[in-house]
């Protein structure tokens, strides 16, 4: 897969996609993620790419122009562009399963008071990941590109993720390490036992558990 991220601050991703699982999907060509400053494809002095609302109020406004031809430079029949703006359709993890089949995604941060509206005939999707105010869209990127390089085939192992938080509605079940006794808090023996199909159901039982106690909405 493809990931374009239309940013002003590709600086905030050198850590992103240097650590960790990222870094390794990177490195094994399962992702390829290119930061496209669209600053670069302003016409104006000073490579201004923001002006003041029409009509009054606070903040800056991104221009249409050089968002829409850094998306033009880098759009092909494959690419699906998604706008991040709190306005959008609120991102989970059906739709992180439901993008990870796209050859290439176009990702729009926007930033300051946000973007002219017009940006919005130029995309595909808007997506939000949730009810509240960032500085730009270069976290919420992030989260998609994150939650959807995870997905991909070859990055983890899929018993790593099929039993995720989300997948079938269900919350995880609960999980246990070294030491058997931590400060008088032990494993549940059944984990000790040996007995996968014994596992295997108080699993089942523990993700229903789960869900029904912090998640009931998810059963609806
Ligand atoms: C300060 S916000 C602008 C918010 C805009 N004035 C509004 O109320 O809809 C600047 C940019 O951050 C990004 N952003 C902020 N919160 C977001 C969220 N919850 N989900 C996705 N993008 C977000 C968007 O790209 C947005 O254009």
């Known amino acids: 897969m493809k990931i374009d991220i239309l940013t002003l601050f590709p600086q905030m991703f050198t850590g992103f996609l240097n650590e960790s699982i990222i870094k390794r999907a990177i490195a094994q060509k399962i992702v390829t993620v ?16 923001d002006d003041t609302p029409y009509g009054g109020g606070g903040g800056m ?8 031809e850094a998306i033009e ?11 991040l703006t709190p306005q959008g359709k609120t991102y989970t993890q059906k739709q ?10 176009i990702l729009v941060c926007g930033h300051y008071e946000g973007f002219d509206e017009r940006i919005r005939q130029f995309v595909d999707l808007e997506i939000s990941i949730g009810d509240y105010i960032l500085t730009g869209g270069e976290i ?4 998609l590109t994150d939650s959807i390089t995870r997905l991909l085939d070859g990055t983890i ?9 989300f997948t079938d509605n269900l919350l995880d079940y609960p999980t246990y390490t070294k030491p058997q006794n931590f400060r008088g808090l032990t494993v549940p023996d059944v984990l000790l036992s040996g007995d996968h199909a014994k596992i295997k159901a108080w699993r089942q039982a523990k993700q229903l558990e789960n869900t029904q ?8």
């Open 73 to 83: 430079s880098v759009k092909t029949k494959d690419s699906l562009v998604i706008l």
């Open 213 to 220: 106690a912090k998640r009931k909405d998810l059963l609806k």
């Open 34 to 49: 290119n930061l496209i400053d669209f600053r670069k494809f302003s016409h104006l002095n000073n490579s201004q790419v």
């Open 61 to 68: 406004v991104l221009m249409p122009g050089p968002i829409v």
């Open 140 to 143: 919420p990127a992030m989260v």
């Open 157 to 165: 192992k899929k018993e790593s993720y099929q039993n995720d938080s």
């Open 96 to 105: 992180a399963l439901e993008l990870k089949n796209y050859k290439h995604l």
